[in-house]
C-alpha cells in the first residue's frame, strides 16, 4: 500500500489516511484523526514539518522533522521522548498538509497548528511530563 501512496503523491497528488498508532500523540490520535499527505518541494522539508517517509531501516513512519541537513532528516514522533529516525530525502513520500478530527480540518500552515507544533518542539526536554499527563487523561476518557 505503502509504494501505491508513494505513486500517487509523486504524481502529484494528495492522499488521506487515517491515523495509527500513537507516535503523534497527542497532536495525531490513532483511529480518530485524518491525516492529507502530499507532494513536497525542497523548501518545504525544515523544522517542525510532519512527513511520511521511508527511515533507513526501511520502516514508513509518520513524524515530524527536527533536524535537516545536505542529504538526510532527523525526525521525531510527538509521543516520544528521546527515540530518533534518520530518512534520506529520496525516501520522503510526502509532508502533511492537514488533518481532520472530528469533522473539523486543520492545515498544517495554520497559526494554531504552528503555535502548537513550536511549543511542543520546545517542550522536546521535558516532553515526559506533560505527555504522560495528557495519556493519564486521554486513557481515562476512553
Known amino acids: 500500500m ?3 501512496i508513494r ?3 509523486s504524481e502529484g497528488h494528495t492522499v488521506s489516511l487515517t491515523v495509527k498508532g500513537n507516535s503523534m500523540n497527542p497532536f495525531l490520535v490513532s483511529m480518530r484523526d485524518q491525516m492529507t499527505l502530499g507532494p513536497w518541494k ?3 522539508i525544515r523544522k517542525g514539518c ?3 517517509v521511508k527511515d533507513i531501516k526501511g520502516n514508513y513512519l509518520i513524524h515530524r522533522i527536527i533536524h535537516t541537513d545536505a542529504t538526510t532528516v532527523t525526525l521525531i514522533g510527538d509521543g516520544n521522548i528521546g527515540l530518533q529516525e534518520t530518512a534520506r530525502y529520496e525516501d520522503i513520500i510526502g509532508i502533511m498538509y492537514n488533518i481532520t ?3 473539523k480540518v486543520w ?6 497548528w504552528k503555535l502548537y507544533s513550536c511549543i511542543w518542539m520546545f517542550l522536546l526536554p521535558v ?5 504522560g499527563a495528557w495519556r493519564r487523561i ?3 476518557s476512553r
Request: charged share 40%; glycine share 4%.
Open 2 to 4: 505503502m509504494e501505491e
Open 127 to 131: 516532553r515526559r511530563w506533560p505527555l
Open 101 to 103: 478530527r472530528k469533522g
Open 50 to 52: 510532519v512527513a511520511l
Open 42 to 44: 525542497k523548501e518545504d
Open 107 to 112: 492545515t498544517s500552515e495554520s497559526r494554531i
Open 138 to 140: 486521554f486513557l481515562k
Open 7 to 9: 505513486t500517487l503523491i
